[in-house]
């Protein structure tokens, strides 16, 4: 069975100091990944997909296919930031998206 | 333009009730799914409604659990004779299209359930 896992259950760094919020999957096909978050008393939201190659509110993610991870990264955290991380996997073609445990971060000012 | 709506926002009942849980997603949305949160658990897929079908019911934890989908819209999660175990958020979430899976799974805020 496929399976996501976030190996930190809490994360806690100072504003303004690098953050990586780390995602491992077990899959030998081809993935899509994605990463939500929840800000406090706030719906789960798509943050960003692998597939978009994008930027969002500074943070990026890139798929590793040889060290099957899809971390998170930001250059700098901001305060704002602070919230729950949830990777997320789907195989290409299919409709169910299996979720990590989730880490949550704590931007310290 | 509103999201996806459920209620109730936080449910408390008593171990061997029955309780319905409901989900409106988003006008249009076709595809709809249900998860359950619990605390340090992550989100655990339950069920998926593509209309009113459910292609795929694998996630549903036993046979307590039913779910139904009625229009193409509005879908009912029933737990009947819960457990303390069955506390947790309760999640649903609708997508645009069955067709194109990278559209976006919006979220509603969830339903509380407690079983005392």
């Known amino acids: 069975a496929q399976r996501v896992t976030q190996p930190e259950k809490l994360l806690s760094v100072f504003k303004g100091a690098p953050v990586e919020l780390k995602c491992n999957y077990s899959?030998?096909?081809?993935?899509?990944l994605f990463w939500y978050v929840q800000y406090s008393r706030q719906r789960l939201q798509l943050l960003l997909r692998?597939?978009s190659r994008e930027s969002i509110k500074g943070f990026t993610a890139d798929l590793n296919k040889g060290e099957t991870s899809f971390h998170l990264k930001k250059p700098f955290a901001q305060e704002e930031d602070s919230a729950m991380y949830y990777c997320?996997?789907?195989?290409?073609?299919?409709?169910?998206?299996?979720f990590g445990k989730g880490t949550k971060l704590s931007v310290i000012p | 333009g509103a999201g996806v709506s459920q209620s109730p926002s936080n449910k408390v009942t008593e171990k061997g009730k029955d309780v319905e849980l409901r989900c409106d997603p988003i006008?249009?949305?076709?595809?709809l799914y249900w998860y359950r949160q619990s605390l340090g658990q992550g989100l655990e897929f339950l069920i998926y409604?593509?209309?009113?079908?459910?292609?795929?019911k694998s996630g549903l934890p036993s046979d307590r659990f039913s779910a139904e989908r009625t229009g193409g819209s509005v879908s009912t999660l029933t737990i009947q004779r819960t457990q303390q175990e069955d506390s947790a958020v309760y999640l649903c979430?609708?997508?645009?299209?069955?067709?194109?899976?990278?559209?976006?799974?919006?979220f509603g805020p969830g339903t509380r359930l407690t079983v005392l």
């Open positions: 979430a609708s997508r645009s299209s069955g067709t194109d899976h990278y559209n976006e799974q919006f």
């Open positions: 899959y030998s096909g081809s993935p899509e």
């Open positions: 692998h597939i």
């Open positions: 997320a996997f789907k195989k290409a073609g299919s409709y169910q998206l299996t």
């Open positions: 006008s249009g949305h076709t595809a």
């Open positions: 409604f593509q209309g009113n079908s459910a292609p795929d």
